[in-house]
């Protein structure tokens, strides 16, 4: 048995876990699922993720690949429709000591990783290597990829040093120190993570894409959608926070052809004078991407988690939360899921669900995670349903798919 230093990066997110799930797909045996898992968990040695054991104390890691694995479970088959209970009874199941556990519910796969060993780029990858993982299948090339050296610092290098003007666009962007308008009354809670999921019709993103091209030219799609997401949840009766937090993947800060299997993605917290304008929180996130900002949130973020390492108060959980919360929006788009367009799909495009559940750390954020498939969009929202109705919840974000246009054409209300 050998040990990997893990990144403070990975450590800091090791005291949590992503689920997702898949399907409808005609999958592997559960041999085959079992086999591949051990493959990809030998294959890459310690400088891989998969085969690693995270612990929340240490940043000394065991490379454990035989016993990496946890249960792999059969349940009954589900639904389209029952997915979302299926990954909230996951969550709520308790730790476990393993860093990857599966479950198999008919057609649907649910892979339940450490968030240690890396972010979402980790899970899509995980999950097609398993969805299609037959015997024979090679290894795929990232299970065999070392992580390049000091990622963070050559991303940092490359953007600011070459670019001296970066830095002044930076602090640009911060956000200026808000007022604290006082304590608000505190109860005591505990977590209870859920996940609720809604789809668009096939085509919502196209049709997103030509209204941006005609009356927002330049603007991101996941602006758009994250503002009309925003819309929807106001107009259901959420009060909604004027500080947003987007989390960005910056594996585009580091040089072509190199590889960070393990964590990468930075969330940075904007605030808004209204997270439903498609036009402000567009502007927010484009010059948040040109400034480099999310490599400084990085590495403040890690530099701060150092300290708490330091002190002894590293994964402090949250025992209270306001009486009366604002909800504080979250977005992890997972993008273009292409490496999972191939896959033996038993249903027609319409049917077909790609999803997750992120338990947010804070009791009154609610993480929405879409996932993209060509003309497919799906998103969940993670959420604690002692905190939130998942149901209104639900409702609000089937509306904001259901007819996003409508949304972000109305009037700033």
Not at 263 to 272: C, G, I, K, M, T
Request: with cysteine; charged share 20%; aromatic share 4%.
């Amino acid at each position: 048995m050998s040990t990997h230093s893990a990144s403070y990066r990975d450590l800091m997110r090791s005291a949590s876990r992503m689920i997702t799930a898949i399907g409808p797909l005609r999958l592997p045996s559960i041999g085959e699922i079992r086999d591949t898992l051990t493959l990809l968990a030998h294959a890459g040695g310690r400088h891989t993720p998969i085969g690693l054991v995270p612990t929340t104390e240490s940043r000394r890691w065991e490379h454990r690949p035989q016993d990496f694995l946890g249960q792999i479970r059969e349940l009954g088959p589900c639904t389209r429709e029952e997915v979302p209970q299926l990954l909230t009874r996951l969550a709520r199941s308790g730790a476990s000591a393993h860093p990857l556990n599966v479950a198999v519910a008919g057609d649907f796969l649910l892979l339940d990783i450490s968030h240690g060993l890396g972010d979402g780029r980790l899970a899509l990858s995980l999950v097609r290597a398993v969805a299609g993982g037959r015997t024979g299948t090679p290894v795929p090339e990232w299970a065999r990829t070392r992580d390049t050296a000091l990622p963070l610092a050559r991303a940092l290098t490359r953007t600011f040093a070459s670019s001296p003007t970066r830095v002044a666009r930076l602090l640009e962007s911060l956000p200026a120190a808000a007022h604290s308008p006082g304590s608000a009354e505190m109860v005591p809670w505990h977590g209870a993570p859920t996940a609720v999921v809604a789809s668009a019709a096939s085509g919502t993103t196209a049709e997103l894409r030509r209204w941006r091209d005609r009356e927002m030219p330049g603007a991101s799609v996941s602006s758009l959608l994250f503002a009309a997401i925003a819309r929807a949840m106001r107009s259901h009766g959420l009060t909604i926070d004027d500080k947003v937090d987007v989390l960005f993947d910056c594996r585009r800060y580091l040089p072509e052809g190199a590889t960070v299997n393990g964590n990468f993605a930075a969330l940075v917290r904007f605030s808004l004078s209204d997270p439903g304008d498609p036009a402000e929180m567009s502007a927010a996130i484009a010059q948040a991407t040109a400034s480099g900002r999310p490599l400084a949130s990085m590495a403040l973020s890690t530099a701060t988690f150092r300290r708490r390492v330091a002190a002894g108060s590293a994964h402090a959980r949250a025992t209270h939360v306001a009486a009366e919360p604002r909800t504080r929006l979250v977005y992890s788009d997972m993008g273009e899921a292409a490496l999972l367009a191939d896959l033996d799909w038993t249903d027609e495009p319409g049917r077909r669900l790609v999803t997750a559940l992120s338990e947010p750390a804070d009791p009154a954020s609610i993480v929405f995670t879409p996932v993209r498939r060509g003309p497919e969009l799906d998103v969940s929202a993670s959420l604690h349903d002692n905190v939130f109705d998942p149901e209104l919840v639900r409702i609000a974000l089937a509306d904001a798919l259901c007819d996003p246009l409508s949304l972000l054409s109305r009037r700033i209300f």
